[in-house]
Every structure is written in structure tokens, then in C-alpha cells.
């Protein structure tokens, strides 16, 4: 089939203006001319189509689409099977599945909202556990004639006893008991995190047990292939509006996007890119730290997401972003949080997906988790072997744990919904995290964990506290393997 484009004579300039109006789109003056000039204007629904999302169509954003649309200067369109094949394919590319806490938080804050919260972690991960763990509620173990019993409860409390073993107290809606951990089982003990759920195996005796086995819910091995014919790239802590913003970088990295700058093989990667994740902090916020005014650019917050916006308007309509926030965005510091609220999402342009945090998003088929990662702080507190150095590790902890952040009353406030949904109650392909601005990658079990750097130089905050960022590196997932690209060369 073949659509024939050509007017014979060229239309008036408003008229190319209103028509592309009509569909909700403003148009560059140039990118104007070269529909006019080359008569197709009968294509307008089509180019329209294959921008998707635009909101201010650009020269190059109409030369893309007639390269995609396969229009030559003959005013002819399509190959095969025409043009409405073509457009359909493009715009149905992104397959979207989204779960989060946006528009289902119940919460108030009272007692009863803690005790739903803690009840639903317990319930999800004692599921997880079905199988592997005949497990006795702690009431009935006295009623119980067996040398070995197994338990599954919520760690409240864990104590070195003087001769270096472990008491840990354990709990679930039944009682209480006291565990003691031994031997070879001292180290395992010693990083436990409270609240976090666990089971144990061991021998009953006044009342007490002497666990010979700590099981954790842990993830299954994860052998699903995901040689997807796309890429994904994994970002974090942007920082729009701070003083220490890469600019840069983020050009260079943006030029990649465009296939701008490269080597060939670069450019192929780039072209293959469909999903843009991005793990929270995109702006730097205000009023985050103590004399944090002193390092920002742009003093406040709508004027942060506004370039915010602006920037991730420069990346290539063909790629759909993923946007979730994290503990400098403009929603609740308690964790899950909602996407950004209509106020600021407004401000982006339209291919752009807000999802809170954490979010579970199938793209494609390809299963992420996305979480910025505020509780590694947590984490790396309670675990001396884990590192700043290496976030991948503590993500790692964090599926062995199956819950993004164990710990309650740390670092990283959390919301008492009625559904703890920082339970990891899935298998993910990919987690991915940021905060720490520092890089890791790893696979464990199959599942591939990343933590994605960030935008920012070091702060003076920063180098109070010791850390030292790993700025502009980038994963990118291309056909089951993992690249890493670097766009931030120190001085």
C-alpha cells in the first residue's frame, strides 16, 4: 500500500500551525517550513502519531518522524504495508504496567494503621516462606512433642551475650520467644536488622530455642530470560537547581541520547534505547539540609522542576521516561511515596511516566523495581561489611530480606500503610536503585541489582559526611547484557 502526501500545491503556513493546534501540539516556525515546502501536509496525523507525547515540535523532531514514517521527497509514504502499520507499531511500543502507593494511601497515622502495617509485612513474607518452612505458632510450642520445631516471626530485639552468643527475640500474632544463636550462627545473627522477618529452625527447651538454622525469605534463582531487543538506561540524583549540577555531563549524556556523539557501536546502543529510569531526586529541593541555600542555582522549587522539565525535554521523544522520586522531591518524606503531585508533573513533557516510590514497573515484560534507596544509610549502619562504595550489596541484603527497608525508627521515615508495599512480594528482573551517588552492579540469583551514581559533584554537605560521589555513570541493559558508560571526567 501507498499513501500519496503530495497537495500539488504548497499550503499556507497558519494553516500548517492551526492543523497541528487542533491536535494539541505547538510547532517550530522552521519545522513549518519543511512541511511546507515539501508538500505533506496530508502526512500531519501521521507525524503526529509518531511524536507521541511532544509538546513543542522542533526541525528535528519532524525530520525523525519522516525517516520513521519512510516519507521520501517524492511525497510518497510507506513500504508493504503502508503507513498505519508503521505508526501503530511506534506508538504502541511502550507497554506500561505500574504498581505503587499513588492514590491508594490510607493511612492516618494512628495506632491501628501500625499494627495493620507490621501484620501485612508479617502475612506477605510468611507466604514466601510456604514450602520451604513447616512453621509453629510461638503459643503452641509447648503444646508441641517435638525435639525440632521451626518458627516464622518479626525480629523485635538482638543482644551479644557476654560469652559472644546471641539472643534474639522474635514475635508474631501469636507471642513471643527468645532465640539463642550460637557457633557458626553468631555472624549471621549479628546482622540481623529489627522488625525485618525471618524463620528459625532449632531444638525447644525452657522455653527458649537454640536455633541450629536462621532462614531468611531470600529471592528464588531467577533464570527468565530477558534478551530483550531494547535498551534501558538507569539514572539518578539529577539535582536540577543545584550549584554542583554536572552540566556537562548531562549534555554529553543527552548528545548520547541523540545519537549526537559516539563511536558507532555507541550510537547503536543509543538508537536501541526505548525506557529511560530514573530512581527519584531529580531536583535538589530546598530546605533539604543545613545550608544547603548556599549550593543551589535556582532558589526555588517550581523553578527547579521547571528545568527539570526543560532538560528531560532535549531527550528523544522515542524514549518513554520512568520518574520516580526520592527524599529531595516535592512529596511526603515518609516512605512509600506517591508520584509527583499534577502541580509539578505538569511541568514535564509528555513522555514522561510518574510512578512513586518504590514502583513495580513491567515494561515490556521486563519486570523493574524501582526504589531510591534512602534506606541504604540504614542498612550500611547495621551491616559494617556493606559499603558506600558498592550499593549493589546492600541491594542484595535487601532481596535476601525481601523488603526494600527492614528497619523502623531509622534513617528513612515510613508511612504505617494499612499494605506494606516495601515488601518485595515479587520476582523482579532488575532493581534499581540511587541515593548514595555512588555506582554498583551485580547479579545475584539471577536478578540484576544496580544503583545508578548521580548528576551532582560533591557538596560541602557531602564532604562533611565523608562521601564521595561516582558522578555521570550510566547502566545501560541492552539484549540481557549490562554496559556501563561514563559521561564525568574529573578535572
Known sequence: MVLDTS????????????????????????AVEIIRKRNFENAIDEICKVLGNCVIITPEDVLKALEILNIKNDGKVGVEDGVKTKVEKIVEKFELKVRDITGRSSCEGVVDDFIQNFSSRYEKIRKIFRGRINSIPIASLKKVNQKEVSIIGIV????????GNYIIEIEDKTGKISVLATA????VASELLGDEVIAVSGSFRNNMIIANRIVFPDVPQNDRKVEKDFGMVFISDIH??????????????????????????????????????IAGDVVDGVGIYPGQEKELEIFDIYGQYEEAGEQLEKIPKRIKIILSPGNHDAVRQAEPQPALPKEFADLFPRNVKHVGNPAWVDAD?????IYHGRSIDDMIMKIPRLDYSDPSGV????????????????????????EDLLVIDEVPDIVHTGHVHT??????????????????AQTEFQKKVNLNPMPGNVPVYVNGKLHRLRFYRSS
Open 240 to 277: 536540577f537547581g543545584s550549584n554542583t549540577f554536572l552540566e556537562k555531563s548531562w549534555n554529553a549524556f543527552v548528545k548520547w541520547l541523540n545519537c549526537e556523539v559516539g563511536n558507532e557501536y555507541m550510537q547503536e546502543i543509543a538508537e536501541k534505547v526505548r525506557y529511560l529510569f
Open 395 to 418: 541491594i542484595e541484603e535487601m532481596l535476601k530480606r525481601r523488603h526494600l527497608c527492614p528497619i523502623y525508627g531509622g534513617r528513612t521515615p515510613l508511612a504505617p500503610e494499612k
Open 156 to 163: 523485635t530485639d538482638v543482644r551479644e551475650t557476654s560469652k
Open 439 to 456: 555506582y554498583g552492579a551485580r547479579y545475584y540469583r539471577g536478578i540484576l541489582a544496580l544503583n545508578s551514581s548521580t548528576w551532582q
Open 184 to 187: 557458626k550462627l553468631r555472624e
Open 365 to 369: 515484560g521486563v519486570k523493574v523495581l
Open 7 to 30: 497537495l500539488g500545491n504548497s499550503g499556507s503556513y497558519r494553516s500548517i500551525i492551526a492543523e497541528f493546534a487542533e491536535r494539541g501540539y505547538n510547532i517550530h516556525p522552521e
